[in-house]
T-cell receptor, first 114, second 115 residues
Framework: AQSVTQLGSHVSVSEGALVLLRCNYSSSVPPYLFWYVQYPNQGLQLLLKYTSAATLVKGINGFEAEFKKSETSFHLTKPSAHMSDAAEYFCAVSSLSGNTPLVFGKGTRLSVIA | EPEVTQTPSHQVTQMGQEVILRCVPISNHLYFYWYRQILGQKVEFLVSFYNNEISEKSEIFDDQFSVERPDGSNFTLKIRSTKLEDSAMYFC?????????????FGPGTRLTVL
């Protein structure tokens, strides 16, 4: 079985500060890992994904995440927060093969303070 | 850029009524999914659909739920007799062939309110 834990349901940063959103996963098979962003009243938009290639993955809007197998982590970072980054962020895992569904974490709400 | 669309954006219904939520996946995609998100909670998988049949379903997807691909473009989720606890945001997602990896593209969601 697969699971995702996102530490911190709410993270608040100042504009221009580093953004760090934590995600740890559990998987008995090699995982695919994803970060999705949900802006208010909108659907889920893919930020980035890890699919067993490079462990440092760059996504849209300046976000990146690093897959660390030894720590079973896939934390999301951005060097400098913008007001427009305020949203809900979801980490998700699926397996490498087959038509497997995504298993989501509970999400982290990011607030950016001017 | 191709996108998944869902209608309606908001559906209000009385308990016990049937509702049909509609999705138009990205054309040429082969795998289709429904997820739901109860207010304040995480996104949960309901069902996946491939080659005109259900390939996997969760415990949530009981006999009250059904899915259908009635034509070459639409993918629907039917709830036969809605309960108060069915109130949630329902997301449709689609995925292409293995050439696109495992990325699921989500629609904007349908907010279902059961009174």
């Amino acid at each position: 079985a697969q699971s995702v834990t996102q530490l911190g349901s709410h993270v608040s940063v100042s504009e221009g500060a580093l953004v760090l959103l934590r995600c740890n996963y559990s998987s008995s098979v090699p995982p695919y890992l994803f970060w999705y962003v949900q802006y208010p009243n909108q659907g889920l938009q893919l930020l980035l994904k890890y699919t067993s290639a490079a462990t440092l993955v760059k996504g849209i809007n300046g976000f990146e995440a690093e897959f660390k197998k030894s720590e079973t982590s896939f934390h999301l970072t951005k060097p400098s927060a913008h007001m427009s980054d305020a949203a809900e962020y979801f980490c998700a895992v699926s397996s490498l093969s087959g038509n497997t569904p995504l298993v989501f974490g509970k999400g982290t709400r990011l607030s950016v303070i001017a | 850029e191709p996108e998944v669309t869902q209608t309606p954006s908001h559906q209000v219904t009385q308990m016990g009524q049937e509702v049909i939520l509609r999705c138009v996946p990205i054309s040429n995609h082969l795998y289709f999914y429904w997820y739901r998100q109860i207010l304040g909670q995480k996104v949960e998988f309901l069902v996946s659909f491939y080659n005109n049949e259900i390939s996997e379903k969760s415990e949530i997807f009981d006999d009250q739920f059904s899915v259908e691909r009635p034509d070459g473009s639409n993918f629907t989720l039917k709830i036969r007799s809605t309960k108060l606890e069915d109130s949630a945001m329902y997301f449709c997602a689609s995925r292409g062939s293995s050439g696109e990896g495992d990325t699921q593209y989500f629609g904007p969601g349908t907010r279902l309110t059961v009174l």
